[in-house]
């Protein structure tokens, strides 16, 4: 087989070298490997160029949730089987399938594991492989990737003065598929699986490969409510947060709000446009 293993320098504050050298370790006799490293400028382009140069058989990516959705838009239609890496500030999508956390356990599951296909969301003609979201979320992102601190330590710092600084609470109208209608809260997010990248189960009922996503409209902040979804079988109460599955939908505001996808800031926006994609990608998983 041959692989192409990408990796995220910066992403997670964390040196990648180590895993570099697990995955040479535990190479099959007679397999290849070729490195992709991501430096932040025209990524996508660079790395489909490399990936139209060789016939690869799998990726490999190394970094959070930003760094997969890298490598499967530029795959586009040509998918290849995708291996994780946990090695993001937060590995939402990893979390999310229930990969290892020790590198022992997760590279031979990345090298040669069975896989298992699932879905992903359009956004705005981007892909969205875990949670998207307006608001707090986003504004909190926004902070930490201008902030010099990286890890969850920058997360955590940067959480307090994005607290105190939000715009929120916003307005927002939903079309859906079968109706429209306005809701006000302090995020709404687009979730195609149940937990953020910190292991929060923000939706319980989600499944990654069901063939819909769901709206989730978070109202107010709530300290017992966030401490809820610290365990996966809490019910969260609908004063907290509301939940809308859908296929697509169409959500715009009165003013820009901030919006991210899987981690990474994307802009202050108006409108987004959603759809389901079944089935999009596959990912080995154990």
């Known amino acids: 087989m041959k692989f192409l293993f ?7 504050n964390e040196d990648k070298s180590h895993l570099l050298k697990q995955v040479k370790n535990n190479l099959h ?19 489909r160029d490399e990936l139209s140069q060789t016939d690869f058989d799998r990726v490999l990516v190394a970094g959070g949730d930003g760094t997969i959705k890298l490598a499967a838009e530029a795959m586009g239609k040509d998918s290849l089987p995708i291996g994780i890496l946990p090695a993001g500030s937060a590995n939402g999508l990893a979390n999310d399938l229930n990969l290892p956390l020790e590198p022992k356990n997760f590279v031979p599951i990345a090298l040669y594991g069975d896989t298992r296909k699932i879905d992903a969301i359009n956004i705005n003609d ?9 608001g707090l979320n986003a504004e909190l992102i926004k902070e930490y ?13 940067n959480s307090i003065s994005t607290l105190f600084q939000s715009k929120g609470p916003y307005e927002f109208e939903i079309k859906t598929e079968k109706e429209t209608f306005h809701k006000k809260g302090i995020m709404l997010a687009l979730a195609n699986s149940k937990k953020f990248g910190t292991g929060a189960v923000v ?19 709530d300290l017992i409510e966030i401490l809820k979804t610290l365990n996966e079988g809490n019910e969260l109460s609908t004063d907290f947060v509301e939940c809308f599955p859908v296929k697509e939908v169409i959500i715009t505001t009165k003013k820009p709000v901030n919006f991210q996808i899987d981690g990474e800031y994307c802009n202050s926006l108006q409108e987004v446009k959603a759809k ?9 998983v154990k």
């Open 6 to 12: 990408i990796i995220n320098p910066i992403s997670g």
């Open 29 to 47: 006799k007679g397999d290849e490997i070729e490195v992709f490293k991501t430096s932040g400028e025209n990524d996508i382009q660079k790395l």
């Open 126 to 134: 981007q892909l969205g492989l875990h949670i998207s979201d307006f």
């Open 145 to 157: 990737e201008s902030s010099s601190l990286r890890g969850k330590l920058g997360y955590a710092i």
């Open 203 to 221: 939706n319980p009922k989600g499944k990654i490969d069901d063939g819909i996503f769901e709206i989730l409209l978070f109202k107010k902040l």
């Open 276 to 284: 389901i994609l079944p089935k999009k990608l596959e990912v080995a």
